[in-house]
């Protein structure tokens, strides 16, 4: 897989994450542990996506 094709994947999944949080931050009944779980799983994909954008500047 190349790189940008990687960084695509990882946008995609990043952007399935910000709906899926979305829609827990409407629904009562999410608690505060798998909200903050769904926090991390992005933060963790943007800093990949960030680290590989980086690599490719070099």
Known sequence: MTIQAH???LAK???ALEEKL???LASPSIDDQQIAEIKRNKLRIK?????????TRH
């Open 7 to 9: 960084l695509e994947s």
């Open 13 to 15: 999944k990043h952007g």
């Open 22 to 24: 979305n829609t827990a």
């Open 47 to 55: 800093d990949e996506m960030e680290r590989l954008r980086a690599s």
